[in-house]
C-alpha cells in the first residue's frame, strides 16, 4: 500500500450489504477496514425475511447453513388476504430456489447480522473498527481518499484513508449526502414501517403472512414467524401516502392486532417481546446515484429496496457482490476514477434493474383495492391462479404478468 493510504479499501456500515462486500474483498486479497458506529451483536428494525437472494450470497461465502444454529423459522409458503378479508395461503413447491434446501428463512436481524459480520472479522485482510461513527468523507479535490469520524464513547476523534470507500451505512447513509447523491429523500420512493416481537401468536409457524386489510391500505400488515414461538409483526406504507392524512403507523398496528376479525383471535393470547421501532425503506423504485470519484454505494445507501416487497437484505448483498467485482478492476488498473466506476452503476442496473422496475409497477397495481379483492378472491376459488402467483416469487416472466392488464381481464372472465 502506497504511503498516505491505511487501507486499499474502507467500507462504511457492517450490515449485510457492508459486511459481504468486505468478506468479498478480503477473499480477493484487499487490505479493508469495516467500520460500524454500533456494537455487534446489534439489532436492525426489519421484517427479518430471508430470501433466496440473501441466501445466494450466504452460499457464496458459506454461511448459509449457519442460519440453522440460531433462533429462526424455515418459510415454505405465504399467506395473503385481500381488503375484503379473504385468505389464501400458497405454499412454495418443490425447489423454490438454487438447490433443494429450504426456500427461505425468518431470522431476527440481531443473529443474522452477526452471522455477516463475524463472517468479515474473520476474513483474512478485513480489519473491523466498531463504535466508530464516520461524519463525512475526507477529500482532495473531488475525489475521497478517506473517512473522518468520532469514537462513539470517547467523542475523540481520528481518520483513515484509502483508495476506494464504500457508502453501506443505510437508509440514513451519512456518504449518500456528504456525496450528494442524495439530498432528501423522496416520498414517492421511500417506505415508513413499524415492527415490534410478539410471542403467543397462534397460526402458522412457517409461512410469512401479507395482509392487505382494508384498515391499513394503502400499506400492508405482516406477520412473519422468527423460530421458538415469536412472530415479527409489522407495517408499512409509502410516504407520499401518508402525506396530507394523519397516519400513525404504530396506531394503525395496534388496532388491527386488536380488532380485525382475521388477527383479534390470533392475539387473544400473544404478548409484546419487545417495543415497536419505527425505521425508513429507501426504494429501488428510482435510480439513485451510486459512485463517483473513489466512492461507491451499496444497499439501503444506494436506495436498492423491492418497491413492492419492501425486501432489502437480497438487494444489499446483491450489491455488494457487483461492487466487488468491480473493485477488483478498479484496483487491476490502478484506477478509481469516477469514470471507471460508473461500471458499478451499469453493472448493478443491468442486474437488478428489470426487477426493481417489475416490482414498482406491482406496487402501484398493488393500490387498486378492486385489483387487490379481485385477484385474492380468484386465487382463493381456483388452484391455478394460487399457482400462478406461487410461481411469481421466483419466475420474473410471471412476476411481470402479474401487472399486465391482460392478466386481469383474463381473471375477470374465468
Ligand atoms: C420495518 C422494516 C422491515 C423490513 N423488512 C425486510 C425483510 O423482511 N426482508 C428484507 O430483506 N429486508 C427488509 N427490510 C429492508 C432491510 O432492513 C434493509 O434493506 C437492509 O438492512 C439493508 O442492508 P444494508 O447493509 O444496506 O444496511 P443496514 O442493514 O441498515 O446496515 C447499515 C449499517 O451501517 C451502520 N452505520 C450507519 N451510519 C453509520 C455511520 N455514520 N458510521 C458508521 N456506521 C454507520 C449501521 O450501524 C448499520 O450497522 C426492512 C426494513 C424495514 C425498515
Redesign the pocket.
Known amino acids: 500500500m502506497e504511503g498516505k493510504y491505511d487501507y486499499d479499501v474502507i467500507v ?7 459486511s459481504s462486500c468486505a468478506a468479498l474483498l478480503g477473499k480477493k486479497g484487499y487490505n479493508v477496514l469495516l ?4 456494537k455487534f451483536p ?1 439489532d ?6 430471508v ?1 433466496g437472494k ?1 441466501l445466494r450470497v450466504l452460499r457464496e461465502l458459506g454461511i448459509d447453513k449457519q442460519i440453522e444454529k440460531v433462533q429462526h423459522a424455515p418459510v415454505r409458503g405465504v399467506i395473503f388476504s385481500s381488503p375484503k378479508g379473504v385468505q389464501i395461503d400458497i405454499p412454495f413447491r418443490g425447489k423454490t430456489y438454487e438447490g433443494d434446501r429450504e426456500p427461505g428463512y425468518c431470522c431476527k436481524r440481531i443473529y443474522m447480522d452477526n452471522i455477516f459480520f463475524t463472517t468479515a472479522k474473520k476474513t483474512k485482510g478485513v480489519k473491523t473498527l466498531e463504535e ?3 461524519t463525512g468523507p475526507i477529500m482532495e479535490g473531488q475525489q475521497i481518499i478517506g473517512v473522518k ?1 468520532v469514537y462513539v464513547k470517547s467523542k475523540k476523534p481520528d481518520e483513515f484513508r484509502a483508495k476506494l470507500i464504500v457508502g ?5 447513509s ?1 456518504l449518500a449526502r456528504k456525496t450528494g447523491c442524495v439530498t432528501t429523500p423522496d416520498p414517492k420512493h421511500s417506505c415508513a ?1 413499524v ?1 415490534g416481537y410478539y410471542k403467543g401468536v397462534s397460526g402458522p409457524e412457517d409461512r410469512i403472512e401479507l395482509h392487505f386489510i382494508d384498515e391499513v391500505l394503502p400499506g400492508y400488515f405482516w406477520i ?1 414467524p422468527v423460530g421458538n414461538g415469536e412472530h415479527n409483526i ?1 407495517l ?1 406504507m409509502l410516504i407520499k401516502d401518508m402525506q396530507g392524512r394523519h397516519v400513525n403507523l404504530k396506531g394503525l398496528m395496534l388496532n388491527a392486532i386488536k380488532t380485525n376479525p382475521l388477527f383479534k383471535e390470533r392475539f387473544k393470547n400473544a404478548k409484546p417481546s419487545s417495543e415497536i421501532r419505527a ?3 429507501p426504494l429501488g423504485s428510482y435510480r439513485q446515484k451510486v459512485h463517483g470519484p473513489g466512492y461507491l454505494l ?4 444506494a436506495s436498492l ?1 423491492d418497491p413492492f416487497t ?5 438487494n ?1 448483498t446483491a450489491s455488494a457482490k457487483i461492487a466487488s467485482e468491480i473493485i477488483d478492476q478498479a484496483f487491476r488498473v490502478d484506477n478509481f476514477s469516477e469514470n471507471m466506476l460508473s461500471q458499478y452503476s451499469e453493472n448493478l442496473w443491468a442486474e437488478l434493474g428489470s426487477e426493481l422496475k417489475t416490482s414498482y409497477n406491482l406496487q402501484r397495481a398493488g393500490k387498486w383495492k378492486f385489483l387487490l379483492n379481485l385477484v385474492i378472491d380468484k386465487a382463493a376459488k381456483k388452484p391455478e391462479v394460487r399457482e400462478f402467483i406461487g410461481g411469481t416469487f421466483t419466475n420474473e416472466e410471471a412476476k411481470r404478468e402479474l401487472y399486465s392488464p391482460m392478466f386481469y381481464i383474463k381473471l375477470l372472465l374465468t
Open positions: 462504511v456500515g457492517a450490515g449485510p450489504g457492508g467500520i460500524d458506529k454500533a446489534r436492525k428494525t426489519c421484517g427479518d425475511a430470501s440473501s466508530f461513527q464516520v469520524g453501506a451505512d443505510g437508509a440514513h451519512v414501517a415492527r412473519f409489522g408499512g425505521w425508513n425503506l451499496l444497499g439501503d445507501a429496496v419492501g425486501e432489502g437484505m437480497g444489499a
